[in-house]
Protein backbone atom coordinates (compact mmCIF):
# COMPACT_ATOMS: atom_id res chain seq x y z
CA UNK A 1 0.00 0.00 0.00
CA UNK A 2 1.19 3.33 -0.49
CA UNK A 3 1.68 5.50 2.14
CA UNK A 4 1.74 9.86 1.63
CA UNK A 5 5.23 11.30 1.64
CA UNK A 6 5.86 15.11 3.18
CA UNK A 7 8.22 16.80 0.92
CA UNK A 8 9.91 18.84 3.12
CA UNK A 9 11.49 17.37 6.52
CA UNK A 10 9.67 18.72 9.49
CA UNK A 11 13.60 20.16 10.89
CA UNK A 12 13.59 22.03 8.07
CA UNK A 13 10.48 24.42 8.46
CA UNK A 14 10.87 27.55 9.91
CA UNK A 15 9.20 30.42 11.66
CA UNK A 16 8.83 33.67 9.67
CA UNK A 17 11.73 35.57 11.55
CA UNK A 18 14.09 32.56 10.92
CA UNK A 19 14.50 32.05 14.75
CA UNK A 20 15.81 27.96 13.45
CA UNK A 21 13.67 27.00 16.65
CA UNK A 22 11.17 23.83 16.65
CA UNK A 23 7.51 25.03 15.47
CA UNK A 24 5.42 25.12 18.07
CA UNK A 25 1.89 26.65 17.10
CA UNK A 26 0.22 27.31 13.55
CA UNK A 27 -1.80 30.43 13.34
CA UNK A 28 -4.70 29.82 11.38
CA UNK A 29 -5.67 33.03 9.76
CA UNK A 30 -6.32 32.69 6.11
CA UNK A 31 -4.34 36.75 5.49
CA UNK A 32 -1.00 35.11 6.29
CA UNK A 33 1.28 33.03 4.27
CA UNK A 34 3.79 30.05 4.40
CA UNK A 35 6.22 30.58 6.75
CA UNK A 36 4.01 33.42 8.44
CA UNK A 37 1.63 30.83 10.10
CA UNK A 38 4.49 29.13 11.84
CA UNK A 39 5.41 29.91 15.32
CA UNK A 40 8.38 28.72 17.45
CA UNK A 41 8.55 29.49 21.04
CA UNK A 42 10.62 32.67 20.93
CA UNK A 43 7.56 33.87 18.47
CA UNK A 44 4.83 33.32 20.72
CA UNK A 45 6.94 35.39 23.50
CA UNK A 46 5.55 38.60 21.01
CA UNK A 47 2.73 37.25 19.38
CA UNK A 48 -0.66 38.63 19.12
CA UNK A 49 -3.81 37.90 16.89
CA UNK A 50 -7.42 36.95 17.29
CA UNK A 51 -6.79 33.94 15.09
CA UNK A 52 -7.40 30.77 15.88
CA UNK A 53 -3.71 28.88 16.94
CA UNK A 54 -3.23 25.03 16.81
CA UNK A 55 -0.35 23.19 18.18
CA UNK A 56 2.03 21.86 15.27
CA UNK A 57 1.39 18.53 16.40
CA UNK A 58 -1.64 18.66 16.11
CA UNK A 59 -2.57 20.00 12.73
CA UNK A 60 0.61 17.25 11.51
CA UNK A 61 -1.90 14.72 12.66
CA UNK A 62 -4.83 16.75 10.71
CA UNK A 63 -2.56 17.10 7.73
CA UNK A 64 -1.90 13.48 8.20
CA UNK A 65 -5.09 12.02 8.46
CA UNK A 66 -6.47 14.32 4.95
CA UNK A 67 -3.13 12.79 2.92
CA UNK A 68 -4.22 9.10 4.14
CA UNK A 69 -7.86 9.27 3.41
CA UNK A 70 -6.81 10.84 0.02
CA UNK A 71 -4.32 7.82 -0.63
CA UNK A 72 -6.74 5.20 0.09
CA UNK A 73 -9.59 6.85 -1.99
CA UNK A 74 -7.09 7.12 -4.88
CA UNK A 75 -6.25 3.62 -4.17
CA UNK A 76 -9.39 2.66 -3.98
CA UNK A 77 -10.70 3.96 -7.17
CA UNK A 78 -7.59 2.52 -9.38
CA UNK A 79 -7.93 -0.57 -7.52
CA UNK A 80 -10.09 -2.26 -10.10
CA UNK A 81 -7.41 -1.16 -12.65
CA UNK A 82 -4.59 -2.77 -11.02
CA UNK A 83 -6.70 -5.80 -10.86
CA UNK A 84 -7.30 -5.61 -14.59
CA UNK A 85 -3.77 -5.32 -15.96
CA UNK A 86 -2.06 -7.70 -13.60
CA UNK A 87 -4.43 -10.67 -14.98
CA UNK A 88 -3.94 -9.22 -18.39
CA UNK A 89 -0.29 -9.17 -17.33
CA UNK A 90 -0.61 -12.69 -16.16
CA UNK A 91 -2.01 -13.97 -19.51
CA UNK A 92 0.37 -12.66 -21.46
CA UNK A 93 2.89 -14.77 -19.29
CA UNK A 94 0.91 -17.71 -20.44
CA UNK A 95 0.64 -16.33 -24.07
CA UNK A 96 4.16 -16.69 -23.75
CA UNK A 97 4.79 -19.79 -22.44
CA UNK A 98 2.41 -21.55 -24.91
CA UNK A 99 4.01 -19.03 -28.00
CA UNK A 100 7.26 -20.55 -27.09
CA UNK A 101 6.07 -24.28 -26.72
CA UNK A 102 4.69 -23.85 -29.76
CA UNK A 103 7.02 -22.21 -31.35
CA UNK A 104 9.92 -24.54 -29.92
CA UNK A 105 7.49 -27.39 -31.75
CA UNK A 106 7.69 -25.71 -35.22
CA UNK A 107 11.78 -25.36 -34.59
CA UNK A 108 11.81 -29.00 -33.92
CA UNK A 109 9.34 -30.06 -36.80
CA UNK A 110 11.89 -27.63 -38.91
CA UNK A 111 14.36 -29.67 -38.24
CA UNK A 112 12.74 -32.91 -38.78
CA UNK A 113 12.18 -31.14 -42.45
CA UNK A 114 15.87 -30.44 -42.87
CA UNK A 115 17.05 -33.73 -41.60
CA UNK A 116 14.20 -35.72 -43.71
CA UNK A 117 15.49 -33.37 -47.30
CA UNK A 118 19.00 -34.18 -46.59
CA UNK A 119 18.05 -37.96 -45.95
CA UNK A 120 17.28 -37.77 -49.79
CA UNK A 121 20.57 -36.61 -50.82
CA UNK A 122 22.09 -39.61 -48.37
CA UNK A 123 20.19 -42.40 -49.31
CA UNK A 124 21.01 -41.24 -52.90
CA UNK A 125 24.82 -40.96 -52.37
CA UNK A 126 24.89 -44.61 -51.64
CA UNK A 127 26.00 -46.48 -54.92
CA UNK A 128 27.47 -50.29 -55.65
CA UNK A 129 30.15 -50.73 -57.79
CA UNK A 130 28.92 -53.60 -59.87
CA UNK A 131 25.83 -52.45 -60.81
CA UNK A 132 27.45 -48.72 -61.71
CA UNK A 133 29.37 -50.65 -64.46
CA UNK A 134 26.60 -52.51 -65.60
CA UNK A 135 24.97 -49.30 -66.37
CA UNK A 136 28.17 -47.86 -67.74
CA UNK A 137 29.11 -50.95 -70.13
CA UNK A 138 25.10 -51.16 -71.31
CA UNK A 139 23.21 -48.50 -70.80
CA UNK A 140 26.13 -45.34 -71.22
CA UNK A 141 23.97 -43.06 -72.54
CA UNK A 142 20.99 -43.12 -69.46
CA UNK A 143 20.82 -40.67 -67.09
CA UNK A 144 22.71 -41.63 -63.68
CA UNK A 145 19.46 -40.66 -61.63
CA UNK A 146 15.76 -40.58 -61.98
CA UNK A 147 15.30 -36.75 -61.71
CA UNK A 148 11.07 -37.05 -61.81
CA UNK A 149 11.59 -39.66 -59.20
CA UNK A 150 13.17 -37.53 -56.42
CA UNK A 151 11.33 -34.20 -57.19
CA UNK A 152 8.42 -36.06 -56.82
CA UNK A 153 9.57 -37.70 -53.27
CA UNK A 154 10.91 -34.01 -52.62
CA UNK A 155 7.11 -32.70 -53.07
CA UNK A 156 5.51 -35.41 -50.89
CA UNK A 157 8.09 -34.68 -48.15
CA UNK A 158 7.30 -30.50 -48.43
CA UNK A 159 3.72 -31.25 -48.83
CA UNK A 160 3.74 -34.07 -45.64
CA UNK A 161 5.39 -31.08 -43.17
CA UNK A 162 3.63 -27.90 -44.61
CA UNK A 163 0.41 -29.80 -43.66
CA UNK A 164 1.74 -30.35 -40.37
CA UNK A 165 3.34 -27.22 -39.90
CA UNK A 166 0.27 -25.31 -40.84
CA UNK A 167 -1.89 -27.14 -38.85
CA UNK A 168 0.30 -25.72 -35.95
CA UNK A 169 0.52 -22.20 -37.82
CA UNK A 170 -3.39 -22.22 -37.26
CA UNK A 171 -3.77 -23.19 -33.93
CA UNK A 172 -1.05 -20.43 -33.12
CA UNK A 173 -3.33 -18.10 -34.89
CA UNK A 174 -6.27 -18.91 -33.20
CA UNK A 175 -4.52 -18.89 -29.81
CA UNK A 176 -7.56 -18.52 -27.21
CA UNK A 177 -5.39 -16.43 -25.20
CA UNK A 178 -5.60 -13.97 -27.68
CA UNK A 179 -9.06 -13.11 -27.25
CA UNK A 180 -9.02 -12.92 -23.85
CA UNK A 181 -6.12 -10.46 -23.76
CA UNK A 182 -8.25 -8.37 -25.90
CA UNK A 183 -10.98 -8.66 -23.52
CA UNK A 184 -9.03 -7.38 -20.67
CA UNK A 185 -7.98 -4.64 -22.76
CA UNK A 186 -11.33 -3.68 -23.73
CA UNK A 187 -12.53 -3.97 -20.71
CA UNK A 188 -9.74 -2.12 -18.44
CA UNK A 189 -10.87 0.61 -21.50
CA UNK A 190 -14.27 0.83 -20.39
CA UNK A 191 -13.73 0.39 -16.64
CA UNK A 192 -14.40 3.98 -15.52
CA UNK A 193 -17.40 4.15 -17.94
CA UNK A 194 -19.00 0.67 -17.18
CA UNK A 195 -18.09 -0.51 -14.34
CA UNK A 196 -18.04 -4.68 -13.91
CA UNK A 197 -19.63 -4.89 -10.29
CA UNK A 198 -20.58 -8.36 -9.82
CA UNK A 199 -20.14 -11.66 -11.48
CA UNK A 200 -20.11 -13.66 -8.43
CA UNK A 201 -23.59 -15.60 -9.53
CA UNK A 202 -23.55 -18.93 -11.61
CA UNK A 203 -26.63 -20.15 -13.44
CA UNK A 204 -25.67 -23.37 -15.50
CA UNK A 205 -29.97 -23.24 -16.47
CA UNK A 206 -30.41 -21.35 -19.41
CA UNK A 207 -31.63 -17.79 -19.01
CA UNK A 208 -33.65 -16.77 -22.51
CA UNK A 209 -35.12 -13.71 -20.86
CA UNK A 210 -34.34 -11.43 -18.03
CA UNK A 211 -36.66 -8.08 -17.02
CA UNK A 212 -36.92 -5.36 -14.59
CA UNK A 213 -39.94 -3.59 -12.82
CA UNK A 214 -40.60 0.34 -12.96
CA UNK A 215 -37.85 0.79 -9.69
CA UNK A 216 -35.75 -1.37 -10.56
CA UNK A 217 -35.37 -3.05 -6.97
CA UNK A 218 -36.64 -6.22 -8.68
CA UNK A 219 -35.25 -7.97 -11.42
CA UNK A 220 -37.03 -11.58 -13.04
CA UNK A 221 -34.75 -13.91 -14.94
CA UNK A 222 -35.35 -17.21 -16.59
CA UNK A 223 -34.01 -20.28 -14.98
CA UNK A 224 -34.94 -22.96 -17.79
CA UNK A 225 -38.47 -23.66 -17.57
CA UNK A 226 -38.96 -21.92 -14.12
CA UNK A 227 -38.45 -18.04 -13.18
CA UNK A 228 -35.99 -16.86 -10.74
CA UNK A 229 -37.39 -13.01 -8.76
CA UNK A 230 -34.66 -11.52 -7.33
CA UNK A 231 -34.03 -8.48 -5.01
CA UNK A 232 -32.16 -5.62 -6.69
CA UNK A 233 -30.03 -3.13 -4.99
CA UNK A 234 -27.15 -1.02 -5.56
CA UNK A 235 -26.27 -3.57 -9.02
CA UNK A 236 -26.19 -6.77 -6.41
CA UNK A 237 -28.68 -9.51 -7.00
CA UNK A 238 -29.80 -11.22 -4.00
CA UNK A 239 -32.52 -14.17 -4.82
CA UNK A 240 -35.72 -14.06 -3.47
CA UNK A 241 -37.73 -17.10 -5.10
CA UNK A 242 -37.92 -19.57 -7.61
CA UNK A 243 -41.45 -19.76 -9.51
CA UNK A 244 -42.41 -22.84 -11.49
CA UNK A 245 -45.34 -23.20 -13.83
CA UNK A 246 -44.03 -23.19 -17.20
CA UNK A 247 -43.59 -27.50 -18.32
CA UNK A 248 -40.97 -25.83 -20.89
CA UNK A 249 -38.31 -23.73 -21.25
CA UNK A 250 -39.02 -19.48 -20.17
CA UNK A 251 -38.31 -17.43 -23.82
CA UNK A 252 -40.07 -13.94 -22.90
CA UNK A 253 -40.35 -11.78 -19.47
CA UNK A 254 -42.41 -8.76 -18.96
CA UNK A 255 -42.65 -6.69 -16.10
CA UNK A 256 -45.61 -4.50 -15.52
CA UNK A 257 -44.23 -0.77 -15.46
CA UNK A 258 -47.13 0.21 -12.61
CA UNK A 259 -47.06 -2.74 -10.69
CA UNK A 260 -44.77 -6.10 -9.89
CA UNK A 261 -46.82 -8.37 -11.61
CA UNK A 262 -45.28 -8.99 -14.98
CA UNK A 263 -46.07 -11.96 -17.59
CA UNK A 264 -44.06 -14.88 -19.32
CA UNK A 265 -44.20 -16.97 -22.24
CA UNK A 266 -42.17 -20.51 -23.02
CA UNK A 267 -41.31 -23.30 -25.31
CA UNK A 268 -44.30 -24.71 -23.85
CA UNK A 269 -46.39 -22.38 -26.56
CA UNK A 270 -48.13 -20.80 -23.53
CA UNK A 271 -48.30 -17.39 -21.61
CA UNK A 272 -48.63 -16.85 -18.09
CA UNK A 273 -49.65 -14.27 -16.04
CA UNK A 274 -48.24 -13.46 -12.33
CA UNK A 275 -49.39 -11.17 -9.69
CA UNK A 276 -47.59 -10.12 -6.65
CA UNK A 277 -49.49 -11.31 -3.39
CA UNK A 278 -46.76 -10.65 -0.58
CA UNK A 279 -42.84 -9.58 -1.09
CA UNK A 280 -42.05 -13.33 -1.60
CA UNK A 281 -45.34 -14.67 -3.51
CA UNK A 282 -46.62 -14.19 -6.78
CA UNK A 283 -49.69 -16.14 -7.61
CA UNK A 284 -49.70 -18.11 -11.59
CA UNK A 285 -52.79 -17.71 -13.81
CA UNK A 286 -54.03 -20.05 -15.87
CA UNK A 287 -51.96 -21.15 -19.18
CA UNK A 288 -52.90 -19.42 -22.50
CA UNK A 289 -52.33 -21.23 -25.32
CA UNK A 290 -52.96 -20.00 -28.93
CA UNK A 291 -49.78 -20.02 -30.23
CA UNK A 292 -48.97 -23.62 -31.68
CA UNK A 293 -45.14 -23.34 -31.10
CA UNK A 294 -42.92 -21.65 -28.74
CA UNK A 295 -43.36 -17.86 -28.22
CA UNK A 296 -40.06 -15.71 -28.95
CA UNK A 297 -40.96 -12.41 -27.77
CA UNK A 298 -44.21 -10.21 -25.80
CA UNK A 299 -44.13 -6.43 -25.67
CA UNK A 300 -47.20 -4.76 -23.73
CA UNK A 301 -49.07 -0.97 -24.59
CA UNK A 302 -48.72 2.18 -22.50
CA UNK A 303 -51.92 1.85 -21.03
CA UNK A 304 -50.97 -2.35 -20.27
CA UNK A 305 -54.33 -3.10 -21.11
CA UNK A 306 -52.73 -4.79 -24.42
CA UNK A 307 -50.66 -7.55 -24.72
CA UNK A 308 -48.80 -8.92 -28.30
CA UNK A 309 -46.74 -12.02 -28.87
CA UNK A 310 -44.88 -13.09 -31.89
CA UNK A 311 -43.83 -16.74 -32.15
CA UNK A 312 -42.10 -19.50 -34.01
CA UNK A 313 -45.61 -20.24 -35.37
CA UNK A 314 -45.29 -17.12 -38.01
CA UNK A 315 -47.78 -15.29 -36.28
CA UNK A 316 -48.48 -12.13 -33.77
CA UNK A 317 -51.59 -12.77 -31.41
CA UNK A 318 -53.25 -9.42 -29.67
CA UNK A 319 -54.29 -9.89 -26.22
CA UNK A 320 -56.75 -7.79 -23.61
CA UNK A 321 -54.51 -8.03 -20.27
CA UNK A 322 -55.77 -7.16 -17.19
CA UNK A 323 -52.90 -6.85 -14.13
CA UNK A 324 -55.52 -6.73 -11.31
CA UNK A 325 -57.64 -9.86 -11.95
CA UNK A 326 -54.31 -11.76 -13.57
CA UNK A 327 -56.10 -12.66 -16.33
CA UNK A 328 -55.52 -12.42 -20.33
CA UNK A 329 -58.05 -12.33 -23.27
CA UNK A 330 -57.42 -13.46 -26.85
CA UNK A 331 -58.55 -10.89 -29.07
CA UNK A 332 -57.35 -11.79 -32.57
CA UNK A 333 -53.93 -12.93 -35.10
CA UNK A 334 -51.92 -10.86 -37.42
CA UNK A 335 -50.68 -13.12 -40.09
CA UNK A 336 -48.71 -11.79 -42.52
CA UNK A 337 -44.80 -13.25 -41.61
CA UNK A 338 -43.80 -16.83 -43.33
CA UNK A 339 -41.41 -18.04 -41.01
CA UNK A 340 -40.85 -17.05 -37.00
CA UNK A 341 -41.56 -13.81 -35.77
CA UNK A 342 -38.34 -12.35 -33.37
CA UNK A 343 -38.97 -8.94 -32.59
CA UNK A 344 -42.28 -6.28 -31.74
CA UNK A 345 -41.97 -2.92 -31.52
CA UNK A 346 -44.95 0.12 -31.31
CA UNK A 347 -44.08 3.60 -31.68
CA UNK A 348 -44.51 6.63 -29.25
CA UNK A 349 -48.13 6.81 -30.19
CA UNK A 350 -48.77 3.63 -30.41
CA UNK A 351 -50.81 3.85 -33.53
CA UNK A 352 -48.07 1.69 -36.07
CA UNK A 353 -46.91 -1.73 -34.69
CA UNK A 354 -43.20 -2.70 -36.47
CA UNK A 355 -42.63 -6.67 -36.42
CA UNK A 356 -39.85 -8.79 -38.17
CA UNK A 357 -38.46 -12.31 -38.36
CA UNK A 358 -36.74 -15.20 -39.90
CA UNK A 359 -38.33 -14.92 -43.32
CA UNK A 360 -36.54 -11.52 -44.09
CA UNK A 361 -39.13 -9.66 -43.78
CA UNK A 362 -40.25 -6.34 -41.90
CA UNK A 363 -43.88 -5.57 -41.74
CA UNK A 364 -45.40 -2.41 -40.40
CA UNK A 365 -49.07 -2.74 -39.22
CA UNK A 366 -51.63 -0.23 -38.17
CA UNK A 367 -55.04 0.53 -36.67
CA UNK A 368 -58.33 0.58 -38.77
CA UNK A 369 -61.25 2.91 -37.68
CA UNK A 370 -62.34 0.15 -34.98
CA UNK A 371 -58.56 0.25 -33.74
CA UNK A 372 -58.14 -2.86 -34.90
CA UNK A 373 -54.62 -3.73 -35.95
CA UNK A 374 -54.37 -4.50 -39.76
CA UNK A 375 -51.18 -5.29 -42.13
CA UNK A 376 -50.36 -1.83 -43.78
CA UNK A 377 -46.82 -3.08 -45.95
CA UNK A 378 -43.69 -4.35 -46.37
CA UNK A 379 -40.69 -2.21 -45.98
CA UNK A 380 -38.34 -2.43 -48.98
CA UNK A 381 -34.94 -2.87 -47.22
CA UNK A 382 -31.28 -3.31 -49.35
CA UNK A 383 -30.11 -5.86 -46.38
CA UNK A 384 -31.47 -9.11 -47.05
CA UNK A 385 -31.17 -10.85 -44.01
CA UNK A 386 -33.39 -12.38 -40.93
CA UNK A 387 -33.78 -9.50 -38.22
CA UNK A 388 -33.59 -10.43 -34.22
CA UNK A 389 -34.62 -6.90 -33.20
CA UNK A 390 -35.89 -3.49 -34.04
CA UNK A 391 -37.09 -0.37 -31.94
CA UNK A 392 -38.99 2.76 -32.54
CA UNK A 393 -36.25 5.39 -31.60
CA UNK A 394 -39.75 7.73 -32.24
CA UNK A 395 -42.51 7.99 -34.17
CA UNK A 396 -40.59 8.54 -37.14
CA UNK A 397 -37.66 6.22 -36.91
CA UNK A 398 -36.65 3.23 -35.84
CA UNK A 399 -33.62 0.54 -36.66
CA UNK A 400 -33.68 -3.23 -37.56
CA UNK A 401 -30.80 -4.90 -36.86
CA UNK A 402 -29.67 -8.15 -39.09
CA UNK A 403 -28.72 -11.37 -37.99
CA UNK A 404 -26.81 -13.77 -40.68
CA UNK A 405 -23.80 -15.54 -40.37
CA UNK A 406 -22.34 -14.34 -43.43
CA UNK A 407 -24.15 -10.50 -42.91
CA UNK A 408 -23.31 -6.98 -43.72
CA UNK A 409 -23.18 -6.63 -39.61
CA UNK A 410 -24.56 -3.16 -39.01
CA UNK A 411 -27.67 -0.88 -37.85
CA UNK A 412 -29.74 0.22 -40.53
CA UNK A 413 -31.85 3.32 -39.94
CA UNK A 414 -35.53 3.72 -41.38
CA UNK A 415 -37.16 6.62 -41.20
CA UNK A 416 -41.05 8.10 -42.33
CA UNK A 417 -40.82 9.65 -45.56
CA UNK A 418 -43.78 10.26 -48.31
CA UNK A 419 -45.84 8.09 -46.60
CA UNK A 420 -43.65 4.92 -45.33
CA UNK A 421 -40.81 4.27 -43.76
CA UNK A 422 -37.48 3.84 -45.59
CA UNK A 423 -33.75 3.43 -45.07
CA UNK A 424 -31.43 5.83 -44.57
CA UNK A 425 -28.64 4.23 -46.11
CA UNK A 426 -26.60 7.70 -44.59
CA UNK A 427 -27.39 7.00 -41.10
CA UNK A 428 -26.13 3.06 -41.12
CA UNK A 429 -24.17 2.61 -38.29
CA UNK A 430 -21.40 -0.56 -39.12
CA UNK A 431 -21.23 -3.16 -36.35
CA UNK A 432 -17.73 -5.27 -35.89
CA UNK A 433 -17.34 -8.15 -38.58
CA UNK A 434 -17.93 -11.62 -37.59
CA UNK A 435 -18.57 -14.21 -39.99
CA UNK A 436 -18.15 -17.05 -37.96
CA UNK A 437 -21.46 -16.79 -35.60
CA UNK A 438 -25.29 -15.89 -36.88
CA UNK A 439 -27.19 -13.83 -34.47
CA UNK A 440 -29.50 -15.50 -31.38
CA UNK A 441 -33.03 -13.42 -31.11
CA UNK A 442 -32.34 -13.13 -27.24
CA UNK A 443 -31.95 -9.50 -25.89
CA UNK A 444 -33.90 -7.17 -27.23
CA UNK A 445 -32.86 -3.38 -27.66
CA UNK A 446 -33.32 -1.23 -24.35
CA UNK A 447 -33.31 2.50 -24.77
CA UNK A 448 -33.60 5.06 -22.16
CA UNK A 449 -34.50 8.27 -23.24
CA UNK A 450 -33.67 10.63 -19.94
CA UNK A 451 -30.17 9.01 -20.63
CA UNK A 452 -30.40 9.01 -24.44
CA UNK A 453 -28.90 5.69 -23.75
CA UNK A 454 -29.48 2.38 -26.22
CA UNK A 455 -28.70 -0.54 -25.75
CA UNK A 456 -27.88 -2.99 -28.38
CA UNK A 457 -26.89 -6.75 -28.61
CA UNK A 458 -25.20 -7.94 -32.05
CA UNK A 459 -23.67 -11.40 -32.16
CA UNK A 460 -21.00 -11.62 -29.62
CA UNK A 461 -21.04 -8.32 -28.96
CA UNK A 462 -23.21 -5.80 -26.37
CA UNK A 463 -23.26 -2.20 -27.75
CA UNK A 464 -23.51 1.17 -25.65
CA UNK A 465 -25.30 4.09 -28.13
CA UNK A 466 -25.87 7.27 -28.01
CA UNK A 467 -28.60 9.23 -30.57
CA UNK A 468 -27.46 12.44 -31.43
CA UNK A 469 -29.72 15.23 -32.06
CA UNK A 470 -29.85 14.49 -35.68
CA UNK A 471 -31.03 11.37 -35.06
CA UNK A 472 -27.66 9.17 -36.06
CA UNK A 473 -26.14 6.32 -33.75
CA UNK A 474 -22.91 6.63 -32.26
CA UNK A 475 -21.42 3.95 -31.01
CA UNK A 476 -19.53 4.93 -27.59
CA UNK A 477 -18.42 1.31 -25.81
CA UNK A 478 -19.23 -2.34 -26.35
CA UNK A 479 -18.63 -5.34 -23.95
CA UNK A 480 -17.57 -8.04 -26.42
CA UNK A 481 -17.88 -11.63 -24.93
CA UNK A 482 -16.82 -15.20 -26.37
CA UNK A 483 -20.54 -16.27 -27.16
CA UNK A 484 -23.39 -15.02 -28.90
CA UNK A 485 -25.44 -16.65 -27.17
CA UNK A 486 -26.02 -13.66 -24.76
CA UNK A 487 -29.65 -12.34 -23.02
CA UNK A 488 -29.92 -9.27 -20.75
CA UNK A 489 -31.67 -6.28 -19.72
CA UNK A 490 -31.02 -2.33 -18.93
CA UNK A 491 -32.70 -1.48 -15.82
CA UNK A 492 -35.51 1.46 -16.26
CA UNK A 493 -32.78 4.33 -14.98
CA UNK A 494 -31.04 3.41 -17.13
CA UNK A 495 -27.85 3.22 -14.93
CA UNK A 496 -27.65 -0.82 -14.62
CA UNK A 497 -27.19 -3.62 -17.22
CA UNK A 498 -27.34 -7.46 -16.44
CA UNK A 499 -26.07 -10.16 -18.68
CA UNK A 500 -26.13 -13.70 -18.79
CA UNK A 501 -23.99 -15.51 -21.37
CA UNK A 502 -23.82 -19.19 -22.40
CA UNK A 503 -20.17 -19.15 -22.53
CA UNK A 504 -19.46 -18.78 -19.01
CA UNK A 505 -22.63 -19.37 -17.18
CA UNK A 506 -23.16 -16.64 -15.04
CA UNK A 507 -24.46 -12.83 -14.15
CA UNK A 508 -22.54 -10.09 -14.97
CA UNK A 509 -24.07 -6.86 -13.27
CA UNK A 510 -22.50 -3.50 -14.63
CA UNK A 511 -23.13 -0.01 -13.73
CA UNK A 512 -23.39 2.66 -16.29
CA UNK A 513 -21.47 5.95 -16.03
CA UNK A 514 -21.70 7.35 -19.28
CA UNK A 515 -23.53 10.80 -18.96
Not at 246 to 272: P, R
Request: hydrophobic share 35%.
Amino acid sequence: MHQSTMIELEKQLNCSQNHNQPIHMVVFDDKLKGQERLLCTICMETFESESKTIGFKKVMQMIEEKQKNKVDNIQSLIQGDLDLVKQFQNKLHQIKQNLIKQLDELISNSKDWIKSLNEIVTNNSKYSFYDELELLINNPIQNTFNQKQIIDLIKVLNNSFCTKINLKLCNLKNLELYSQCEKYLENLNLYHDIKLIDNTIQQTHVCYAISFNSSGSLMISAFNQDIKVWNFVSGRLQEITTLIGHSNGITSLCFSQKCNNFVSASYDNSIKCWKQINEKVWQSSQSYQKHTNCINCLILNQSENLLVSGGRDHSIKIWQIDFIQNELTYLYSLDKHIKSVYSLCFNQSENTLVSCGKDKQIIIWKKDILQKWQFEYVVTQTVQEFGCRLYFINDDQFIWVPGDQVSKDCISIFEFQDGKYQENLMKEVELIKNDKNCDYRLCPIFYNSKNNLMIVKHKNHVYLIKISKEGKLNIIKWIKYESNFIQGALSNDGRYLVTWNKSENKYDTYEILIN
